[in-house]
């Protein structure tokens, strides 16, 4: 692409930087002597290396592949080696000090045409370029190599933070700063990204790339154009148009400037030519921001005479809630929604579903990944509050389409007088209003997906969804992607504990922060409200025996008794039917796994339609499934259901309670050929243990004899434990030393 700004001075402080970076040693003393031109001032913008006073001419490495791919040093430019030998370094560039992987390597550098010898060979280039760069550079950290790059150092690390500070300036109304910071940021490129690199990193990676450096332009055309200056853009608008004919923002821009800068009948003429070629080639209209400026200049609204720039179209909406400052874990979560975004096409709507139990975390991965990637959405990111399971003071039940896409559309800068009143004008106003803009929507706690398909725009827009039900409908007729939140895992949660406790106290009382994290359920929302309640310095040891007298009364923060786990489990058992309510509060007597067969001997009704009960469960994530048909409660949800159950059921009539009537039901198991059956006898020899009393053990010991054994012998460890104390007696009476002996370790938990 040709020089953009060489006719009208925009880049030229840039352009002379460029030469600055590959300058040899003495020219370089000629060119930092003409006037005017500063230094590589650009290049260490806002970076940690500019304050501590180091540049690249005193040991600074300058790392390039916003153009061709480069490295220089403190006397220059360093020769690299062929195109393979640039793809390795680029590869390890494009994920500065992080580990990426040989497998990962190999597959970038040559793909699917590897040949045999390819570890070898890619040992070689990484040889060459330790040797060219030095050997404390490029780390070996298995599974693959590592390359230590100092903030400064990178040109496309300089470029994200820039960009990403002009958006943080531009929503702030810092707008001439903000325009400063792009014309820097766009001044390091020097060509098509990963120049000289093998051809199968540069397609994989490549576009992407030039996708950021685009966003990054039309920012900028925004902040000029909303400073009042259209003129010196339309040459650059111009070549860019003509590059990139169906981008439809630079369009757009480009009107606006022609018109702004007293040129109305081009700018009249350029839409002309815009929706020719969209028809000949699509077969599609201009989208609706085309078509409202074009009928904006026909009428003659918003003229070249107004001397006040039209800051509410240059203004990005900036919705985010602030990033959770002591976020931990869910790197496998962030990877998968990384990988996804870097293969995300340009005109195209993508949509994640983020869903899991109340309390997993879900809004705050959201917004963490969204301000880790806003710069790649440089029209804005919306965050709405879809209020489907909302708990708390200000609870206001689901809002409705409606409501959602009014909101939207006045962040949007569309006047309130503009916004219409019948659902269907709304819809395509907005999809209209976001046609060509490439935006974040985030849309919290959505409750269904007929909540969330009226809110999916036509294109260009990444959608994320969190939500406690898995919204099915919404992966199956609106192609959205889903990705679970489970909760943390052991060291993830012990981590988020130090962080709120301090590693003092962690290392204080190591075992009892284990078991507290254990008693959480290891559910982020859990852990910082125990984190909360425990304060600067009451012992964690305490706070355990406190909740010995029930931890989900424990798991609330005093004063403010909507923020509890109990209350957020609360939103979502109230939203189910009644059938499903029932089977909820019963699942609680069961303390092991329990399958849709034994559900099936324990409440009326086929199996069939017991497997339909426990899927509907899973899918709201009021019972983990693991496994083909294995379910159970988590933690701390079977606290909760067993409360609900006391007050709910409260009559001993209701629950099925005798023995025998559990054995009758039993005995069609105990015939099934296969070893499965154990698992189902033991889970329903559970139940009968929970519903009747104690007393009753002793007059019908054969059930739990006849089913301990086979339990135990088979190792169904889960199923056996879920008899308690009250199995031990059976146990060792079934003459099975394993099973008395597990039956003993039961007893003493």
């Given amino acids: 692409m040709a020089r953009l700004g060489s006719t009208n001075g925009n880049f ?17 003393k000629a060119l930092t002597g003409r006037a005017g031109v500063r230094g590589p001032r650009p290049f260490l913008l806002g970076s940690a290396a500019a304050s501590r006073g180091r540049c690249w001419r005193c040991g600074l490495m300058r790392y390039q592949v916003l153009g061709p791919v480069a490295v220089a040093g403190e006397e220059g430019p360093l020769r690299l080696g062929g195109p393979k030998q640039r793809a390795v370094l680029a590869a390890l560039l494009l994920h500065a000090n992080q580990v990426v992987s040989d497998e990962q390597l190999c597959s970038l550098v040559w793909g699917k045409r590897a040949p045999a010898n390819v570890r070898g060979q890619l040992q070689i280039h990484i040889s060459g370029l330790r040797k060219l760069l030095g050997h404390d550079t490029i780390l070996r950290r298995p599974p693959g190599y590592l390359i230590k790059v100092a903030p400064g150092e990178l040109d496309l690390e300089v470029f994200s933070t820039s960009v990403e500070q002009a958006m943080t300036d531009l929503a702030s109304g810092q707008t001439e700063r903000a325009s400063e910071r792009l014309r820097g940021a766009l001044g390091l490129w020097s060509g098509p990204a990963l120049g000289g690199v093998a051809e199968t990193l540069a397609e994989h990676e490549a576009q992407s790339l030039q996708e950021r450096r685009l966003c990054a332009f039309e920012q900028f055309f925004d902040a000029e154009l909303a400073l009042g200056r259209p003129a010196r853009l339309v040459d650059d608008l111009r070549r860019l148009v003509r590059e990139y004919p169906f981008r439809e923002k630079l369009s757009w821009q480009f009107m606006l400037a022609l018109y702004r800068s007293g040129r109305a009948p081009e700018a009249l003429a350029a839409y002309s030519e815009i929706r020719l070629r969209l028809a000949a080639e699509l077969g599609i209209d201009p989208g609706g921001r085309l078509q409202e400026l074009h009928q904006r200049i026909l009428r003659g609204e918003d003229g070249p005479a107004a001397a006040e720039p039209e800051l509410r179209e240059a203004v990005t909406p900036a919705e985010l809630p602030h990033d959770v400052a002591d976020f931990v874990g869910r790197a496998a979560e962030l990877a998968v929604l990384d990988r996804d975004l870097e293969r995300l096409p340009g005109e195209g709507v993508r949509v994640w579903v983020i869903s899991g139990m109340a309390g997993a975390g879900k809004t705050a991965l959201a917004v963490h990944w969204a301000h880790r990637v806003r710069a790649r959405f440089p029209d804005g990111q919306l965050f709405v509050d879809l209020g489907g399971f909302g708990t708390g003071g200000d609870r206001h039940g689901p809002l409705g389409p409606a409501v959602v896409l009014a909101q939207v559309l006045r962040a949007l800068g569309v006047p309130p007088e503009r916004v219409p009143d019948r659902d269907d004008e ?68 012990r981590a988020l504990l130090t962080r709120l406790l301090g590693p003092r106290r962690v290392a204080a009382e190591p075992a009892a922060v284990a078991e507290l994290a254990r008693r959480c359920g290891h559910l982020p929302l859990a852990l910082r409200i125990a984190a909360a309640e425990l304060g600067t310095d009451y012992p964690v040891g305490l706070f355990l025996a406190e909740l010995e007298d029930g931890v989900l009364e424990g798991l609330t923060v005093a004063g403010a008794e909507h923020t509890s786990v109990a209350a957020a489990f609360a939103a979502s058992y109230d939203r189910l039917p009644p059938e499903l309510k029932r089977q909820f509060r019963r699942l609680a007597l069961i303390r092991g796994d329990i399958t849709g067969e034994a559900l099936a001997l324990l409440e009326p009704g086929a199996p069939v339609e017991a497997h339909r009960r426990l899927r509907a469960l899973a899918a709201v994530n009021l019972v983990e499934q693991h496994g083909r048909d294995r379910y159970r409660l988590h933690e701390l949800m079977r606290p909760f259901a067993l409360a609900r159950l006391a007050a709910d059921e409260p009559s001993p009539a209701s629950l099925p309670s005798s023995h025998a009537g559990v054995a009758g039901r039993g005995e069609g198991l105990e015939r099934q050929p296969d070893g499965g059956h154990h698992a189902q006898v033991g889970v329903v020899l559970a139940h009968g243990v929970e519903f009747a009393p104690r007393q009753r053990l002793a007059e019908q010991p054969e059930l739990v004899q006849r ?5 135990g012998a088979v190792g169904f460890r889960a199923e056996f434990e879920t008899v308690g104390g009250e199995g031990v007696v059976v146990a060792q009476r079934s003459g099975r030393d394993g099973c008395a002996a597990y039956g003993r370790a039961v007893d003493d938990q």
């Fill in 426 to 493: 709304l819809a395509r106003l907005y999809r209209s209003v976001l046609a060509g803009r490439k935006m974040l929507l985030v849309l919290d706690d959505a409750c269904s997906a007929e909540q969330v398909r009226a809110l999916l725009p036509g294109r260009s827009t990444l959608v994320l969804v969190t939500s406690r039900d898995r919204l099915g409908d919404l992966a199956v007729r609106d192609g959205a992607r889903t990705l679970p939140v489970p909760p943390l895992a052991a060291a993830e949660s």
């Fill in 707 to 711: 089913a301990a054994q086979p339990v």
């Fill in 12 to 28: 030229r402080e840039c352009e002379q930087f460029r030469e600055l970076v590959t300058a040899t040693p003495r020219s370089r």
